[in-house]
């Protein structure tokens, strides 16, 4: 009889001077799988010069949890989110790679996109009337029924401090559709220059943009 393939990998990732290992499950769907995405935007925050110490940041759609790792290592105050029963995976590796030593802090909810009050859950995500300083996101656009409630989500937790960084590979031209309703919704968005990337960690059909509410 042949052995099943196992469906459970690791991957070591370094940001600064960490090197996190990041568990992921081809057999439990997209949210368990590190995405070149996550990757990309890791490595233009490493880059970046933004000053995480402190900030509040909502992570949404953070699978495997790199990216939301990473800013908790780097000092930043950051809620993990991703849909009802896919949060497993997502705990298991952000208490292996934090428990010993977070600069930062951090918490791991459910979250069901839209906005609250309707038929979405929310769940115990909340900035404590504080205010997100940043929204991330990696590879968020991938279905079309999912674009107009990542889009109320946006509109419900953004206010005119909240910067939201979303990196995610154009896999069709309808995934720019995201992008052209933004205006409808009050925000603006810029795409960040290649320049200003990892010089190594970038590609042709992965973007990373600024998003924010416009005054």
Same mark, same amino acid.
């Given at each position: 009889?042949?052995?099943?393939? $196992? ?5 070591? &990732? ?16 997209? !949210? !368990?799988?590190?995405? =070149?995405? /996550? ?5 233009? &925050? ?7 110490? =402190?900030?509040?940041?909502?992570? +949404? ?10 800013? /908790? $290592?780097?000092? /930043? ?29 951090? %918490?791991? %909810? ?19 009337? %504080? ?23 946006? %509109?419900?937790?953004? =206010? ?9 590979? +154009? ?15 009050? +925000? /603006? ?7 200003? +990337? ?18």
């Amino acid at each position: 009889m042949t052995e099943a393939a $196992s469906t459970i990998f690791y991957e070591n &990732f370094d940001f600064g001077t960490n090197t996190f290992r990041i568990k992921q499950d081809t057999s439990t769907g997209h !949210a !368990a799988v590190l995405w =070149d995405a /996550a990757k990309v935007l890791v490595k233009y &925050f490493e880059v970046s010069g933004i000053e995480w110490k =402190d900030k509040r940041v909502l992570d +949404l759609g953070s699978g495997c949890g790199l990216v939301g790792i990473c800013l /908790a $290592s780097a000092g /930043a105050h950051v809620t993990m989110t991703e849909l009802p029963g896919h949060t497993s995976l997502l705990q298991e590796n952000v208490e292996n790679n934090l428990k010993a030593h977070c600069p930062g802090s951090w %918490q791991v %909810q459910e979250c069901v996109w839209g906005s609250p009050g309707e038929t979405t859950d929310w769940g115990n995500v909340t900035d404590m009337g %504080q205010g997100w300083d940043f929204i991330v996101g990696s590879d968020l656009i991938y279905s079309d029924a999912s674009t107009p409630h990542l889009l109320k989500t946006l %509109q419900h937790s953004m =206010d005119d401090k909240t910067s939201f960084v979303l990196s995610f590979e +154009l896999r069709r031209e309808k995934d720019l559709d995201f992008l052209r309703n933004i205006s409808k919704c009050g +925000l /603006a968005f810029q795409k960040i220059p290649e320049k200003e +990337l990892h010089p190594v960690w970038q590609a042709e059909e992965i973007g990373i943009f600024k998003i924010w509410k416009k005054s």
